[in-house]
């Protein structure tokens, strides 16, 4: 596509529930990443992809939070047991390779109530 | 110590000012170095790279990068309200370690130019 796709725009969760974000990265990027940015604070790494290298997972949380590429194309994170604290916006990105600058897309906005 | 530091602002500059962003990082195998602008409510957006000294000018902004005092910046020209935004300063190391692989950004300078 012509740019980072991610979706839902908007989700709101009850506390507990598990939530499922998407990414689809630009065609032809085989580096695609997750950060979290909670309001009104910077960007907090959480995990990256690298073609079929495996990923780089030291930013997670928690083991609540995981995260699957189907080889260079739609990423999901998934957050188990949401908590009040996860409420924040989920950024992906996608770079041609690493050391590129990123594209990010339009982010996810979590609230957990 | 930060590996990524910006200037904390919030800097204010009257429209048609030079507005400067600065940033220094700790990791001398750095080798990429990236400005993205974020307005409120909205991702970042690249708008500018920088991989060599010196500087590297994109119409209205200007990159500069000295690696050997571990300093890049960013300069606006004729600043706009249009250019009110946070700044994020990204660093990219091929040196390998922790940081490999991924941006590690700055916290950001918050820019407001007023009419």
């Known amino acids: 596509g012509a740019g980072v796709s991610q979706s839902p725009s908007n989700k709101v969760t009850e506390k507990g529930k598990d939530v499922e974000l998407r990414c689809d990265p630009i065609?032809?990027?085989?580096?695609l990443y997750w950060y979290r940015q909670r309001l009104g604070q910077g960007l907090e790494f959480l995990i990256y992809?690298?073609?079929?290298?495996?990923?780089?997972k030291s930013g997670l949380p928690s083991d609540r939070f995981s995260a699957e590429r189907t080889g260079e194309s739609v990423s999901t994170l998934t957050i188990q047991r949401t908590q009040q604290e996860d409420s924040a916006v989920y950024l992906c990105?996608?770079?041609?390779?690493?050391?590129?600058?990123?594209?990010f897309g339009s982010g996810t906005r979590l609230t957990v109530v | 110590q930060k590996e990524v530091e910006q200037n904390s602002g919030p800097l204010s500059v009257p429209e048609g000012a030079i507005a400067s962003l600065n940033c220094t990082y700790s990791?001398?195998?750095?080798?990429?170095f990236f400005w993205y602008r974020q307005y409120s409510g909205k991702s970042p957006e690249l708008i500018m790279s920088?991989?060599?000294?010196g500087d590297k000018e994109d119409g209205r902004f200007t990159a500069q990068l000295n690696k050997a005092s571990q300093y890049v910046s960013l300069l606006i020209r004729d600043s706009q309200p249009s250019d009110s935004a946070t700044y994020l300063c990204?660093?990219?190391?091929?040196?390998?370690?922790?940081?490999?692989?991924?941006?590690?950004f700055g916290q950001g300078t918050i820019l407001t130019v007023h009419p």
């Open positions: 990105a996608s770079s041609p390779n690493i050391g590129y600058g990123y594209t």
């Open positions: 065609s032809g990027h085989t580096a």
């Open positions: 992809f690298q073609g079929n290298s495996a990923p780089d």
């Open positions: 990791d001398r195998g750095s080798q990429s």
């Open positions: 920088i991989y060599s000294n």
């Open positions: 990204a660093v990219h190391s091929n040196a390998g370690g922790t940081s490999y692989g991924k941006l590690t």
